[in-house]
């Protein structure tokens, strides 16, 4: 669905100094798939996602969506960001509308929907309140529902749950496979966390620093639905020592 | 409201300030201290009470020239905040002069205003314009210019355009910006007003204190002061009311 080829990006700072932020980085996303994007700050994942979603154009080689190349933002995407960055004067119902309403469609056709999305994610009966009375967890929960409304075939997200306290955090990773296992889609999930990486994805593209490449695409074959209990799993060990292996050996060489 | 509460917020600073004016007023007596140096608060308010029907022609003035002036900070400060924030080119070549017109002291131009613009009101409404406009534009650019990056790129993502943009997402998250530099705005105006009739009119609360304290008449010099911060303490009120009508989601609840 997705296709990156030999994509770059270099931008100028504003002291005029030549940035390269991405480079080379070759990446095929099948249609439904989940890929999490792992690796230290400042190897490029967040370009990567604004590459893909056209908001930025890239420097070197192309992408393409379903065979489109993308040039400008096309609408068709989903958006998570580590902060839920929520409207404050807005419900937690006309947040969720507020998707639709961006994209120009009418927000009154889709009100069922966007209350059958807050039931699926345990908001039901929080729809008139303001944000600031949400947890953080709740408010990140209410931006994916924002992103899933409009029904996009691509979800981007990057570290949506990096904000949130560890346990909140697992709570929502499952709960972000338990969507995905009802309303399929393809995912491009950026983290920092290994165990997360592994958790959600088909396959982890392990990524190195300054300037941001890819290092190893690593398919997991754990079986789905998937579970806490799998850290445990002797498979998912060996994919975390090996991701953190790219990770750190990398940063020892330099 | 409980008890608590209503003691700490109203009868407390009610009876400081009830002790204080009756410290004042036997303070005058016990000192014999002259009505023109120090009346006592008796005779200010006596003195407001017969100037009762006079007072509310130099109010109105007063107040219209502060609204005047605060209605023009808004209609010219908000309009330039949004040229600053959309354009770097702009706000290079706007913001030093607006800073330099800020720098100005404005008593030192309200004569010079009041020489090319002549008498009347429309002096005094510029003159408090120009007192109030700096705050309406620099913390409308300030708030204008807060929006979550990530929520432009949002907007972006949906090929949202710049103005719908403007409107769903970045005036609004301005909104409570703009109503903290309005909140000083409206009480620079009523600084301004009064510089402004200082500096030379035959109207207003300003040209009532000025000519009170040529006559040595102290008393109606103080009244017309407490009138004229009544009248500062109403308009910021009726500003956050405002603020609250249109930004009702920064209201805390009660007991928060």
Redesign the interface.
Known sequence: MIRLDAVGKTYRTRRGDLVRAVEDVTLHVEENEFVTLVGPSGCGKSTLL?LV???TPATHGTIAIRGQPVRE???D?G?V?Q?P?L???RSVLDNVL??V????RQPREYRKQALDLLELTGLSGFETK?P?ELSGGMQQRVAICRALL?DPSLLLMDEPFGALDAMTREEMSLELLRIWEERRKTILFVTHSIPEAILLADRVVVMTPRPGRVARILPIALPRPRTMDLEFDARFKAASDEVRELIFARRLDR | MSVRRLVGESLVPAATLAAALLAWEAATWAFRIPRFVMPPPSAIFAEAWDWRYRFIGHAWVTLYETLGGFALSIAVGVPLAVLIVYSPALRNALYPLIVLAQSVPKIAIAPVLLLVLGHGEIPKVIVAFLVAFFPVVVDTATGLAATPPELLDLSRSYRASALKTFMKVRLPMAMPFFFAGAKVAITLAVIGAVVGEFVGSDKGLGYVILSATSYWKTELAFSSMILLSLMAIVLFGAVSLVERLVCPWLVQEAGE
């Not at chain 1, 309403?101 to 120009?104: K, V």
């Open positions: 604004k979603a056209g908001l933002p096309f609408g995407v958006f960001f902060q960055v409207l404050p004067w507020f998707s309403e961006m994209l120009g303001y600031r409009p």
